[in-house]
Antibody, heavy 120, light 104 residues
């Protein structure tokens, strides 16, 4: 069974860079038809898609964060990473790693990590 | 930009009753690629329905999805105690604000 586990600092200072890692186990990150994704959730903004990356490194970012976000993937370690630079209090959220499945019936998040809380 | 609107904001029901949750898209979806998720306190969202009406693996048949175009519905028949949660609709990178189903 696929397991996603987020890790990283829970506290980041304003203007610094938020860095998180998601380790995937129970399956390979090198899978066609899937994108590895970061979603965040806060009381004020609900669920917010940050960006997605394929195992080949193809990336997509939400327009509101595109200038500050970088996703990367390490297929040898079965890990993906998120960096958000120049953080402010508005970036304080619960950050989830999730798998986005792409199908003819649309794109859906079929597996999620437990989330990690980041406070700026 | 797609906007998903969910109603009602909160639904107060008793176990055994049925729940009808609505999700309206600001643009007509040419493919009925809408998902529904359940989230309980302290847990990540869980995929219930994709393609507007297909149940995800392991989801009980009391959960059903319907709709097309701009209007979609999640129906939970015969609410079980574990069904009281927040439900979100989703299309690609867009999520609705959620409907909370509370115990009456």
């Amino acid at each position: 069974q696929l397991h996603l586990q987020e890790s990283g600092p829970g506290l980041v200072k304003p203007s610094e860079t938020l860095s998180l890692t998601c380790t995937v186990s129970g399956g390979s990150i090198r899978s066609d038809g899937f994108y590895w994704t970061w979603v965040r959730q806060s009381p004020g903004r609900g669920l917010e898609w940050i960006g997605s990356i394929s195992y080949t490194g193809e990336t997509y970012y939400t327009s509101s964060l595109k200038s500050r976000v970088t996703l990367s993937i390490d297929t040898s370690e079965n890990q993906l990473s998120l960096k958000v630079n120049s953080v402010t209090a508005a970036d304080s959220s619960l950050y989830y790693c999730a798998r986005l499945k792409t199908t003819v019936a649309g794109n859906f998040f079929d597996s999620w990590g437990q989330g990690t809380l980041v406070t700026v | 930009e797609l906007v998903l609107t969910q109603s009602p904001g909160t639904l107060s029901l008793s176990p055994g009753e049925s729940a009808t949750l609505s999700c309206r898209a600001s643009q007509s979806l040419t493919i009925d690629a809408l998902g529904w998720y359940q989230q309980k306190p302290g847990q990540a969202p869980r995929l219930l329905i994709y393609g507007a009406s297909t149940r995800a693996a392991g989801i009980p048949d009391r959960f059903s999805g319907s709709g097309s175009g701009t209007d979609f519905t999640l129906t939970i028949s015969r609410l079980e105690p574990e069904d009281f949660a927040v439900y979100y609709c989703q299309r690609n990178g867009w999520f609705g604000p959620g409907t909370r189903v509370d115990i009456k």
